[in-house]
C-alpha cells in the first residue's frame, strides 16, 4: 500500500544504489491518503464505542468493593482485589506525603514507583494515588463514599489510558496498512483484551499496554539491534515489571533467542548486516541492564529491605500451595524479613520443594488441568445469561464467545495465505 509519508533520510541512504526505486504517482498518493482517511475515520467510530461501552460496563457492573464476611468462619474480609487495590494506592500517597528525604537521590527514589506489599506492583498503586480524594483514608474493613468515589476515578482513569493507546496504535498502523486490518487490530485488541480490564480498579490495562510495547521492542532488536532501542526495551520492560511480574518470561525469551542468534552467525562466520551487530549485540545489553535498573532498582531496594529479597513477591510462593488457602496463611506466617530468616531450611516453597512434596502423576494432573482450565477460560469465558422474566441487570463480558471470534479469524487469515501461495506457484 502506498501511504502518504515519505521514507526517512536515515532509511534512504541505508537502501543500496542498485536498488529499483518504485516510481510515485499522483493516483498512488491519492489512494494512500483516502485509505489513511477511512482508518482514521474507523478509529474514531471504533474510540467513541469504546466510550460508551465503557460507561455502561462501569455503571453497570464491577460495583462491589466488600468487605464481606466468610460463610464458614463469619470472618469479615475487606481484601477484596480492588478494594486491596484502594488500599495500597492510599498507603502509597500517606507514605509519599510522610516521606523525607536528603539528597537528590533520595528525592528521585521516593518520587518512583517503590512501595509494594509483595502482592500488588508498585506502578498502578502509585499512579491511583495521584487521583485519591483528599478525605480518602486508608481503612481496610470499611467502604466509604470517598471509596466509592476513588473506585470510579480508578476506573475511568484505566479507560482513558487504554483509549489513548488506542487512538496512538490506530494512527501508527494506519501509516503502513490497509484499513481492514487496522479495524481488525483494533476492535480485537479492544473489546478482547483492554476494554473489560480496563473498568476494573486494577493493575492489568498499565501490564497489557507497557508488555505489548515491550514485545514490540523486542521483536524489532532481533531484526536492528540499535542502541536506543535497547534502552527503549530496558525502560518499557521494567515499567511492565512495575505493574505486574509476568513480564520475566518474555525477558527470558528475548535473551535465548538473541543469543541463538549471535552464536548461529559467529559459528557459520556470516558477513555483520547493517542492520543488526554484534558489538552492539553486547553493549545493547549493558544498555539494556541500565535503563531496566533505573526503572526498577528502587523496587529492588524496597523488597530487599522489607523482605531481604530484591525479587521477592508472595505470588511467586502461592504457586507451589495446591489451593489460595495454604498460601494465605503462608502469607500470614511470613510477612517480613525476620519471619523469612526463622523458615525451617528446605521448606521455602519452590520447584524443588513441591517436587519432593509431590508425586510425578500429581503434578502432571496439576499441569494438564490448570492449561486446559486457563485456555478454556480464556478462549470462552463464562457467558451471563440473562433471566428474560426479571429486569435487565446490566452486562458482564464482552466478547464472550472469544474462542469463535478468533477461530473465524485464523480461517480467515489461512485462507489468505493458502490464497496467496498459490497464486505465487501459478
Not at 281 to 297: D, E, P, Q, R
Request: with cysteine.
Amino acid at each position: 500500500m502506498s501511504v502518504p509519508f515519505n521514507p526517512s533520510p536515515q532509511a534512504m541512504e541505508r537502501e543500496p544504489a542498485s536498488s529499483p526505486k518504485r516510481p510515485v504517482t499522483l493516483v498512488s498518493l491519492e489512494r494512500g491518503w483516502v485509505e489513511f482517511g477511512i482508518s482514521a475515520l474507523a478509529l474514531t467510530l471504533i474510540l467513541a464505542l469504546c466510550w460508551y461501552l465503557a460507561g455502561q460496563l462501569i455503571q453497570q457492573t464491577n460495583q462491589r468493593l466488600g468487605p464481606v464476611r466468610d460463610v464458614e468462619t463469619g470472618q469479615v474480609r475487606g481484601d477484596q482485589d480492588q478494594k486491596h487495590n484502594i488500599s495500597q494506592a492510599l498507603l502509597t500517597r500517606d507514605e509519599a506525603a510522610a516521606a523525607t528525604s536528603e539528597g537528590w537521590s533520595g528525592t528521585l527514589h521516593q518520587g518512583m514507583p517503590h512501595r509494594t506489599d509483595g502482592v500488588v506492583a508498585p506502578l498502578w498503586p502509585w499512579v491511583a494515588s495521584r487521583l485519591a480524594p483528599q478525605e480518602a483514608v486508608y481503612s481496610p474493613l470499611t467502604v466509604s463514599e470517598a471509596d466509592r468515589e476513588f473506585f470510579v476515578r480508578g476506573k475511568w482513569a484505566n479507560v482513558s489510558i487504554v483509549l489513548v493507546f488506542l487512538w496512538c496504535l490506530g494512527l501508527v498502523m494506519a501509516r503502513s496498512f490497509r484499513p481492514a486490518a487496522v479495524v481488525t487490530v483494533l476492535l480485537l485488541g479492544a473489546f478482547g483484551a483492554l476494554l473489560p480490564r480496563a473498568v476494573y480498579f486494577q493493575p492489568e490495562p498499565l501490564y497489557y499496554l507497557f508488555f505489548f510495547l515491550s514485545w514490540v521492542c523486542a521483536v524489532r532488536l532481533l531484526i536492528q539491534n540499535d542502541l536506543w532501542l535497547h534502552c527503549l526495551f530496558g525502560v518499557l520492560s521494567g515499567l511492565a515489571y512495575l505493574s505486574k511480574t509476568s513480564v520475566e518470561p518474555l525477558l527470558l525469551t528475548w535473551f535465548a533467542v538473541s543469543a541463538w542468534r549471535f552464536l548461529g552467525g559467529w559459528f557459520r562466520k556470516e558477513e555483520q548486516e547493517y542492520r543488526w551487530t554484534s558489538r552492539n549485540h553486547f553493549f545493547g545489553l549493558i544498555i539494556f541492564t541500565l535503563g531496566w535498573m533505573a526503572v526498577v532498582s528502587p523496587r529492588y531496594s524496597y523488597a530487599e529491605e522489607k523482605w531481604g529479597d530484591a525479587r521477592f513477591t508472595y505470588p511467586q510462593a502461592w504457586m507451589w500451595f495446591d489451593n489460595f488457602a495454604q498460601g494465605e496463611d503462608w502469607m500470614r506466617n511470613y510477612p517480613d524479613k525476620a519471619a523469612l530468616e526463622q523458615m525451617p531450611e528446605g521448606t521455602k516453597p519452590s520447584l524443588w520443594h513441591y517436587a519432593k512434596t509431590h508425586t510425578t502423576e500429581q503434578m502432571a494432573s496439576r499441569l494438564v488441568d490448570g492449561y486446559w482450565r486457563t485456555m478454556s477460560h480464556w478462549l470462552a469465558p463464562g457467558i451471563v445469561k440473562q433471566n428474560p422474566a426479571r429486569p435487565f441487570t446490566g452486562w458482564r463480558v464482552l466478547l464472550d464467545r472469544r474462542g469463535i471470534y478468533l477461530g473465524a479469524l485464523a480461517v480467515v487469515f489461512l485462507g489468505t495465505a493458502v490464497l496467496m501461495w498459490s497464486r505465487r506457484r501459478a
